[in-house]
């Protein structure tokens, strides 16, 4: 087929009707070059993010500055990260497809939005397998560290080990308390169980456990039962502020885990629609050969 064209010069066009209809749409090497675009910019920005302490791993990591301060600017850069790496890479998937010949200005733009889904689920796709091996090594490494620890521990003092973790020590214990306070080993070790007992509940020593522990502090420091009685307390409130620590910190543990789930589902949304209409720029940009001459000029 012959198409006439300005100034009188000839276009012959040899593309054959089978190979036409044989051609994809699909356009793999420049959703390729999207992805790996869009993994270079991500994998740049957060690296730089992390560096200034811009991570959802420690809030506390900047001296001085509030957690939450610390939260919502790393939720934003985290946002501002994926959605313009994304775009970018959306972008030049746009602009590197190759159009097919029988695409109306309507076709071309949701083809090319439609590579720019595609880089985004690919880019999503490789996120999420890098991401679940990195969390299955580290749980293995830590994993291997806890079970070498154990074993140690476990070879240094066997038997304390297995009284200890006897749910029914503490009982036990109840059996042979008197009127003779037991020697200090003997006694650090059932002050342990009494304590680990009382955290089982709401972490609030029994009154007879309280006056059994006063005694036994009293007999083997020298303490009068006054002194004694303060020191238990004291340190029944210190078990006690621990736990509650613990708690708290378990506790912001979780609603983090569901604010970063949350963040990541919905700027990824926000992403894949970025990508689309990236892509979409992209392509008009190569239809209307748009350069960037102040930007991008040759030296």
Same mark, same amino acid.
């Given at each position: 087929m012959t198409i006439?064209?300005? @100034? =009188?010069?000839?276009? !012959?066009?040899?593309?054959?009707?089978?190979?036409?209809? /044989?051609?994809?749409?699909?356009?793999w090497g420049s959703i390729i070059a999207g992805i790996v675009f869009a993994s270079a910019i991500s994998l740049v920005?957060?690296?730089?993010? /992390?560096?200034?302490?811009?991570n959802f791993v420690d809030f506390n990591a900047r001296e001085?500055?509030?957690?939450?301060?610390? =939260?919502? @600017?790393?939720? /934003?850069?985290? %946002?501002?990260?994926q959605i313009s790496s994304f775009m970018a890479g959306g972008y030049l998937t746009g602009r590197l497809r190759r159009r097919h010949f029988d695409a109306s200005e309507d076709e071309s733009d949701m083809r090319d939005g439609a590579h720019g889904l595609l880089v985004w689920g690919g880019a999503m796709i490789i996120g999420a397998v890098l991401a679940i091996s990195g969390i299955g090594a580290a749980a293995s490494t830590a994993g291997n560290v806890a079970a070498t620890a154990t074993l140690a521990a476990s070879n240094?003092?066997? @038997?304390?080990?297995?009284?200890?973790?006897?749910?029914?020590?503490?009982?036990?214990?109840? %059996?042979?308390?008197?009127?003779?306070?037991?020697?200090?080993?003997t006694a650090r070790a059932e002050a342990g169980r009494i304590f680990a007992q009382?955290?089982?509940?709401? @972490?609030?020593?029994?009154?007879?456990?309280?006056?059994?522990?006063?005694? !036994? !502090?009293?007999?083997?420091?020298?303490?009068t039962p006054e002194e004694a009685q303060a020191r238990v307390d004291q340190v029944a409130a210190n078990i006690e502020q621990a736990r509650q620590e613990a708690v708290e910190a378990a506790r912001i543990a979780r609603n983090t885990a569901i604010i970063a789930a949350f963040l990541l589902a919905a700027s990824s949304l926000v992403s894949a629609i970025g990508a689309y209409w990236a892509a979409q720029k992209g392509g008009n940009h190569r239809d209307n050969n748009t350069v960037f001459a102040d930007v991008f000029r040759r030296f």
């Open positions: 006439d064209a300005p @100034g =009188g010069v000839a276009i !012959v066009e040899t593309t054959s009707q089978a190979e036409r209809e /044989s051609a994809g749409y699909v356009d920005l957060i690296t730089f993010g /992390s560096a200034v302490g811009l001085g500055a509030p957690a939450f301060l610390i =939260g919502i @600017g790393a939720a /934003s850069w985290f %946002l501002w990260v240094a003092a066997e @038997g304390a080990a297995t009284e200890a973790m006897d749910p029914n020590a503490y009982f036990i214990d109840t %059996l042979f308390r008197g009127n003779t306070a037991p020697d200090p080993e009382a955290a089982l509940g709401d @972490g609030t020593l029994a009154d007879e456990d309280r006056t059994y522990l006063a005694n !036994v !502090v009293a007999a083997n420091t020298g303490l």
